[in-house]
């Protein structure tokens, strides 16, 4: 009524229509749905998705800009949650961070982007409504939730495959155009078991939420990566900790040594270039892609590479070693780490599951595309930066081994990849398996 005050008299009739009109847009748009016609007889447009704002673009490009990409990132509060929303905030993204923990820990991610462009939205993976709420108005959704543990209020499958069905449900029917699921490599319903009866949950329980999301969002990516390495990572810390070796002897037991086990680690940053060009690739939609690292390695080479890298060597009196096996002390630490972590939210290094999926499973390819498929041929070698976090990390940090005060230790062997047999022309002496055979090519 004020706008019609001020305005001539002549003027006051069309804005009584257009008012008119946006008050039964809502009516007029059920009428739409209902008999394809609105008022008389006129055919209007169908509802638009309420995210249609992300296809304008705004800036130069970077933090201070838009891409025109709204995205909501689930999961971000993981080890490579901040490295992602940081990678996807630089190219001027609108970041959706759902938080389930305390806010305090994200404070990290306030900074990662301009004023407005980190938006954080509380959120529970049960909640329908508050999911919702934080894919309303993304046109792309990643989910980097996964659990290896088993907790008081979440189970393998609560979380890996009832969350990634329903979040990929519900991404679906708010019209978001494109779902990026991350699984693990090896995921497979029939696990082979060895250590836990009926094989590793955390495989089993990944390759069903696969299937989850395929039939929930067809066109979603799936991304299958290795054991991942970095700092404060779940590999190299784990075999530096002092809970994993046997006081005063410092052995380190694992199954049958790692001698029969065969490892592609990948490192985090690789991971996250790699899903920055999936989300940068319109042509990825619908594709499964297994991120491994650049080599292959027997999984006792890895580890002895790690010990020594952490100066437990026999000139400082601190030599570990591996053993075989698991002897009493190691079963006890991996089930008080177990009982603990499941009533405390804890990750803990190492667990029953942890050594099912980690030491007892070969990293076999499928013959799905990788890394190299998204244009990235040089990838982070394992003796370059996993040598480096096992040394800043380790132990006796005064001393310093490029002075030539310590030999440096040698090189861990590179194996040739281990890749699912596809042909009867393929070669099949391989003790891995009765489905795998080396690629020596």
Sequence with gaps: MSLLRVLPAGRSAPLVQVASLHQSSKQCEQASQQHGQGIGGVTLP??????????????????????????????????????????LAKEGAQMIIPYRCDGYWLK????????????????????????????????????????????KHFSFHDTNVDGARRLARISREMGVERFIHFSALNATTEPEPVLIPGGSQFLRTKALGEIAVREEFPDATIIRPAQMFGEQDRFIMTYISNSRKIPFYNTVHMYRGGEETYKMPVFNNDVVIGLQKIVQDPSTVGQTY???????????????YILRKALLVKELHQEAKRRHGYNPYTTMMTNLLEFVGRFRRHTPYFDWEYFETVECTNDVLTGAPTLKDLGMRKLTEFEHVGGEIARVYGYYKWIQDKYGDLKPPPLPIRSPPIIRKRSARVNAQSSFGANVAANVS
């Design 108 to 151: 990290e991610h306030k900074v990662v982007g301009d004023l407005g462009q980190i938006l954080f939205f509380p959120f529970h993976l049960k909640d329908e409504a508050s999911i919702r709420k934080v894919v309303k108005y993304s046109n792309i959704v990643i989910n980097l939730i996964g659990t290896g543990i088993n907790t």
């Design 46 to 87: 169908g509802p638009v998705r309420s995210g249609t704002s992300s296809a304008y673009r705004k800036g130069t490009g970077g933090r201070s800009s838009f891409s025109g990409n709204v995205i909501t990132v689930f999961g971000n509060s993981g080890r490579i949650g901040l490295p992602v929303v940081n990678r």
């Design 290 to 304: 297994e991120f491994v690292g650049p080599h292959c390695y027997q999984l006792s080479e890895l580890v002895d």
